[in-house]
Each structure stands twice: as C-alpha cells, then as structure tokens.
C-alpha cells in the first residue's frame, strides 16, 4: 500500500504565507510525477504545481511568483511554499503522485492522492 499524508494547511491573513508538505509512504518503488492540486468550494479541481517525471516543475498561472514547490527525493516529500496568499487561494489543496510500487516481486504504476489539507486565507 502507498499513503500519502499532507500537512501544513491552516488560517492565514491575506498577503501572509503558509508551507504544505506532503510525504509518500509504504511500499515505493520510485516516485514519478508528484505535485499539488486544489478545490474551493463549488469548483473544479485545479493543478496548482507539480514536478513531471522528468523533474521539470509547471506551476498554474494563477501562483506563478506567488508559489513554489520543491522535492526531497530522500524523503519521498515534496513541499509548497505559498506567499502572498489571497482570499482566491482558499482552498483544499491535495497532494498527488504518479508512483510504481512493488508487493512481492510485482511492480505497478498508479496515481495516488493525499486526504487533502484546508487553505483559508481571511482576515
């Protein structure tokens, strides 16, 4: 089996900034493609930033200069690093992964998502 656990999330004043991380565990194989998506309320889920299995990093337009994220591969962690955060950042933000796990000697690919973690940014 393979978890991955977010944490991070919490209230935050406009224009303040917040750090999610997201860790993958369990039985790994290699973490491919790993990234962060986010839902606000009564819309799509969106990708926000992600690393491509090629380790080139996209980020949504709406964070460019606002947000980062960044991986360590040691740790099957990656992070995100959110400034300037604005009210339009509210949101669940989830992690995600493309990930080849292994049970026994089978080796399979797979897309895994986190639980989620809250972004609400008010004053």
């Known amino acids: 089996q393979v978890q991955l656990v977010e944490s991070g999330g919490g209230l935050v004043q406009p224009g303040g900034s917040l750090r999610l991380s997201c860790t993958a565990s369990?039985?790994?194989?290699?973490?491919?493609?790993m990234g962060w998506s986010r839902q606000a309320p009564g819309k799509e889920r969106e990708l926000v930033a992600g690393?491509?299995?090629?380790?080139?990093?996209n980020y949504a337009d709406s964070v460019k200069g606002r947000f980062t994220i960044s991986r360590d591969n040691a740790k099957n962690t990656v992070y995100l690093q959110m400034n300037s955060l604005t009210p339009e950042d509210t949101a669940i933000y989830y992690c995600n992964a493309d990930i080849t796990a292994y049970a026994g000697s089978l080796y399979f690919s797979g897309d895994y998502w986190g639980q989620g973690t809250q972004v609400t940014v008010s004053s």
């Open positions: 369990g039985s790994i194989s290699r973490v491919n493609a």
């Open positions: 690393f491509s299995a090629g380790g080139a990093t």
